[in-house]
T-cell receptor
Framework: AQSVTQLDSHVSVSEGTPVLLRCNYSSSYSPSLFWYVQHPNKGLQLLLKYTSAATLVKGINGFEAEFKKSETSFHLTKPSAHMSDAAEYFCVVSDVGDYKLSFGAGTTVTVRA | KAGVTQTPRYLIKTRGQQVTLSCSPISGHRSVSWYQQTPGQGLQFLFEYFSETQRNKGNFPGRFSGRQFSNSRSEMNVSTLELGDSALYLC??????????????FGPGTRLTVT
């Protein structure tokens, strides 16, 4: 069975400083991994997705994530936080042929001016 | 290109009633999935449809049901509403589930409040 664990429920950063959101996954097969963002009262937006082509994945708005199979991790980073990055972030795993996404509990990001 | 649309956006119902939510996927997308989001349980998978066939179902009671039409539009129904059914219901569509990775695009959701 597939699952993800987001290691931090809340992360607070100052504007202009790096952001790190941690995610560990469990999957029976070679997983597909995603990061989604949800701004208040909005739907979910896809930030980036992992394919087997490259372990370092670049997404929208300056975010990137690194797939580390040996550590079963898929951490999300951004070099410099912006006020508009304040939102909830979800790490998501999907197994081929399962036709569903399994979400982590989410990490709320607060950006201080 | 229009995104995933869901109607209605907000709904207030009374315990014991039933409700139907509607979802129109992105044009060309044939897979539609439904998720429930609550503060306590987070985001949970309800079911997935492709070509009018349910291919996977989450761990929800039989009061939750869905269907997909030949134009890929989908509806979900909840009968005999309970207070605990109050949630944001999200619909997502995907272009080709045979492809990897299986990325889904979400609508804005329907906020259901049961009183």
């Amino acid at each position: 069975a597939q699952s993800v664990t987001q290691l931090d429920s809340h992360v607070s950063v100052s504007e202009g400083t790096p952001v790190l959101l941690r995610c560990n996954y469990s999957s029976s097969y070679s997983p597909s991994l995603f990061w989604y963002v949800q701004h208040p009262n909005k739907g979910l937006q896809l930030l980036l997705k992992y394919t087997s082509a490259a372990t370092l994945v670049k997404g929208i708005n300056g975010f990137e994530a690194e797939f580390k199979k040996s550590e079963t991790s898929f951490h999300l980073t951004k070099p410099s936080a912006h006020m508009s990055d304040a939102a909830e972030y979800f790490c998501v795993v999907s197994d081929v042929g399962d036709y569903k996404l399994s979400f982590g509990a989410g990490t709320t990001v607060t950006v201080r001016a | 290109k229009a995104g995933v649309t869901q109607t209605p956006r907000y709904l207030i119902k009374t315990r014991g009633q039933q409700v139907t939510l509607s979802c129109s996927p992105i044009s060309g997308h044939r897979s539609v999935s439904w998720y429930q989001q609550t503060p306590g349980q987070g985001l949970q998978f309800l079911f997935e449809y492709f070509s009018e066939t349910q291919r996977n179902k989450g761990n929800f009671p039989g009061r939750f049901s869905g269907r997909q039409f030949s134009n890929s539009r989908s509806e979900m129904n909840v009968s005999t509403l309970e207070l605990g059914d109050s949630a944001l219901y999200l619909c997502a569509s995907s272009k080709d589930p045979a492809g990897v990775p299986y990325e889904q695009y979400f609508g804005p959701g329907t906020r259901l409040t049961v009183t």
